[in-house]
T-cell receptor
C-alpha cells in the first residue's frame, strides 16, 4: 500500500464548478499535511497547509480528518488557471529538522470553458 | 524570492555513462533534496542532505550518489547510467527549522528531464 494515495483523475470540470479531491495516508503518526500544485512541465509549489481545524485561502479549502486519515481539497468557482496536478503531501515525522516529505502521485484537474 | 536552479533542463546520455546533475539554491537553506518523478509514482526521494558534507539515503538511493561540498550546491551522480534511470529529476531545498508558526516549505528547481538510451 502506498503511503499517500490519490485518485489520479483527470477531473474534467467546467469553469465555475466546485471540485473536491481526497487523499488518504497510511501513517497515523503523520504530523503535518500540505497540498502542492504542479503545472504541466513545471516544478511543484506549495499551495496550502492542511490543519485539523480546516483552513481556507480564497476559493480553496483544505481539511484534515485524522480519525479516517484523509485530507481533502475543495476548489470553488473553478478557473481555467486552476488546471494543474494537485499533490497531496505528508510529513510523517515530528522532527522538522530534516523535513522529509512523502508525496502522492497527484490528481490532475482540467478546467474547460 | 527563493531560487533553486538546476544545471540542465534536458539531458540525453548513453547507458554506462557517468552523469552529474547540479543544483544550486540561493537562500542559505540547510536542507537539500533530490527526487525523481515518474508517471503514476509521484515524487520519490533519492537522497537528502541536512548540512555540508552530510547526506542521508532516501527511499530509492540505489544507483545514485550525492555530493555536498558547499552549502548552496547539491549534486546528484549517476555512476553508470541505465535506461531505468530515465526520469524527471527534481532538486529542492528548505530551512532546517522554520520560524514559529511558519511552514517548512520545500522549494523546487525546474527539474532535469534525463533520458538514458
Amino acid at each position: 500500500r502506498k503511503e499517500v494515495e490519490q485518485d489520479p483523475g483527470p477531473f474534467n470540470v467546467p469553469e465555475g464548478a466546485t471540485v473536491a479531491f481526497n487523499c488518504t495516508y497510511s501513517n497515523s503518526a503523520s504530523q503535518s499535511f500540505f497540498w502542492y500544485r504542479q503545472d504541466c512541465r513545471k516544478e511543484p509549489k506549495l499551495l496550502m497547509s492542511v490543519y485539523s481545524s480546516g483552513n481556507e485561502d480564497g476559493r480553496f479549502t483544505a481539511q484534515l480528518n485524522r480519525a479516517s486519515q484523509y485530507i481533502s481539497l475543495l476548489i470553488r468557482d473553478s478557473k481555467l488557471s486552476d488546471s494543474a496536478t494537485y499533490l497531496c503531501v505528508v510529513n510523517p515525522t515530528l522532527s522538522g529538522g530534516y523535513n522529509k516529505l512523502i508525496f502522492g502521485a497527484g490528481t490532475r484537474l482540467a478546467v474547460h470553458p | 524570492d527563493v531560487k533553486v536552479t538546476q544545471s540542465s533542463r534536458y539531458l540525453v546520455k548513453r547507458t554506462g555513462e557517468k552523469v552529474f546533475l547540479e543544483c544550486v539554491q540561493d537562500m542559505d537553506h540547510e536542507n537539500m533534496f533530490w527526487y525523481r518523478q515518474d508517471p503514476g509514482l509521484g515524487l520519490r526521494l533519492i537522497y537528502f542532505s541536512y548540512d555540508v558534507k552530510m547526506k542521508e539515503k532516501g527511499d530509492i538511493p540505489e544507483g545514485y550518489s550525492v555530493s555536498r561540498e558547499k552549502k548552496e550546491r547539491f549534486s546528484l551522480i549517476l555512476e553508470s547510467a541505465s535506461t531505468n534511470q530515465t526520469s524527471m529529476y527534481l532538486c529542492a531545498s528548505s530551512t532546517a527549522t522554520p520560524l514559529a508558526g511558519a511552514i517548512n516549505e520545500q522549494y523546487f528547481g525546474p527539474g532535469t528531464r534525463l533520458t538514458v538510451t
